[in-house]
Nanobody
Framework: QVQLVESGGGLVQAGGSLRLSCAASGRAFSNYAMGWFRQAPGKEREFVAAITWSAVSTHYADSVKGRFTISRDNAKNTGYLQMNSLKPEDTAVYYC???????????????????WGQGTQVTVSS
C-alpha cells in the first residue's frame, strides 16, 4: 500500500498561486492513478482534478478548469497540483488520493480512491 503526504498549502491573496505536492512512499507510485479533492468547512469533499498513472489523461472540475493543473513525476514518486488565479472560494483542505484499480482511467468518485493523505490547508484571502 502506498502512503501519501501533502505539502505546499498556505495563505495567499486572491489572484495568487500555490503549488501543492503529494509525496508517495511504499509501493511504486506508478501503480496508482491520482486525484486531488478538497473540503471546505461545512461542505462535502469534492473532486478537483485527476490524472492517470501514465499522465496521458487528466480531468478537472469545472470550477478550476483553466486555473489548476495536475501533474505527476513517477520517478520522484510525487504528484502536483499547480493552482493559479486563486479565489476565496478555493479555500479548503486539499487532499491527494490514489487508486490502484483501474489506474488507466479517470474517475471523479472519491469512493473509488483507496488511499488518502492527511490534507493541507489552502486559504485564499480577498
Amino acid at each position: 500500500q502506498v502512503q501519501l503526504v501533502e505539502s505546499g498549502g498556505g495563505l495567499v491573496q486572491a489572484g495568487g498561486s500555490l503549488r501543492l505536492s503529494c509525496a508517495a512512499s511504499g509501493r511504486a507510485f506508478s501503480n496508482y492513478a491520482m486525484g486531488w479533492f478538497r473540503q471546505a468547512p461545512g461542505k462535502e469533499r469534492e473532486f478537483v482534478a485527476a490524472i492517470t498513472w501514465s499522465a496521458v489523461s487528466t480531468h478537472y472540475a469545472d470550477s478550476v478548469k483553466g486555473r489548476f493543473t495536475i501533474s505527476r513525476d513517477n520517478a520522484k514518486n510525487t504528484g502536483y497540483l499547480q493552482m493559479n488565479s486563486l479565489k476565496p472560494e478555493d479555500t479548503a483542505v486539499y487532499y491527494c488520493a490514489a487508486r490502484s484499480s483501474g489506474r488507466w482511467y479517470i474517475t471523479t468518485n472519491l469512493y473509488e480512491y483507496d488511499v488518502w493523505g492527511q490534507g493541507t490547508q489552502v486559504t485564499v484571502s480577498s
